[in-house]
């Protein structure tokens, strides 16, 4: 593959990501919880997953080998509980600021984890993408913002898992299968999802076959493609620039809030997502000479 085509896996897997909050209101509207949804799209998109396992290479895997790629899952089922329980006490526009530090975050765990400074380019996007993203969320817009501590804590560890989440990617099981890893890490998603969230609604056969239009697409979007994607294409970028790559969420959670849902998106909002766009590329300009000093 050649250096963008990695970029552009990382770039769709946050696309990915952005078109959940569109489904996730029309789940609710519909009248499922937070429970029913978050359990029906782990739960879906994992089977989804292992059913692209069946039909992919083969490799046997240690014990050890399938237990931390199940743990590196973890981040990705906390992510969304955190950031619903930030939404508990802080306006919508509000909880997507927070989560968005996941941008900032990222760089610096790859600063302390893998000794890799950012470069004065890598600060300068990571800049605009904070200030597209306070545009594009509506928050300036918006006359009454609750704000409470207790969900900028929520609203911030969101941010820590994901970000770990992302790093993860780029860092284990670098030598498996991506469809295999994608499904292992999946799975880890899922168990802890059903811990804090028991499946009761398994039992219930009308509530499951009702949530299952939304958890497939939501498990599709949410659970089994970006992990795939990123597990290609993480390992070549890093988590640094992964990061900021994965800023496609928001942009594409306007576009289809706005598509789909028929919302009011202001012109501040529209220049919030072009701003966004803007520093993904300024991000993006030396992937070539990353993705060549891994080792491609």
């Not at 890799?116 to 006359?143: D, E, F, N, Q, Y």
């Not at 939501?218 to 597990?231: N, T, Y």
Request: with cysteine.
């Amino acid at each position: 593959m050649k250096a963008w085509h990695y970029a552009l896996l990382v770039f769709l897997g946050g696309c990915c990501y952005g078109i959940l909050s569109t489904f996730v209101k029309l789940a609710y509207s519909a009248g499922f919880s937070l429970a029913e949804v978050t359990g029906g799209q782990f739960l879906f998109g994992t089977i989804l997953i292992w059913l692209l396992v069946l039909f992919s290479r083969k490799k046997r895997i240690s014990l050890i080998q399938a237990s931390k790629l199940t743990v590196s899952g973890v981040p990705l089922g906390l992510t969304g509980v955190l950031y619903y329980q930030a939404l508990e006490t802080l306006n919508a526009s509000l909880a997507i600021i927070f989560l968005f530090q996941f941008v900032w975050i990222g760089t610096l765990m790859e600063w302390f984890l893998y000794k890799k400074r950012p470069t004065k380019g890598k600060i300068v996007s990571i800049i605009i993408l904070l200030i597209g993203s306070l545009l594009a969320s509506g928050a300036l817009l918006k006359g009454n913002v609750s704000f409470s501590v207790e969900g900028a804590v929520w609203g911030g560890l969101a941010a820590i898992s994901f970000a770990t989440f992302l790093s993860l990617s780029s860092s284990v099981g670098k030598d498996i299968p991506p469809v295999l890893k994608s499904a292992i890490l999946s799975t880890g998603g899922l168990l802890v999802v059903c811990i804090l969230f028991p499946p009761v609604f398994l039992l219930d056969i009308p509530t499951l076959t009702g949530v299952m239009r939304y958890g497939v697409i939501l498990g599709l979007f949410g659970v089994a493609l970006p992990p795939l994607l990123f597990s290609i294409g993480m390992p070549k970028v890093g988590p640094g620039l992964g990061t900021i790559l994965t800023a496609s969420e928001l942009p594409v959670a306007v576009l289809m809030s706005f598509i789909v849902l028929h919302e009011e998106v202001r012109a501040l909002q529209w220049i919030g997502v072009g701003i966004i766009l803007c520093g993904i590329v300024i991000g993006n300009s030396k992937v070539k000479h990353r993705v060549q000093a891994s080792g491609d």
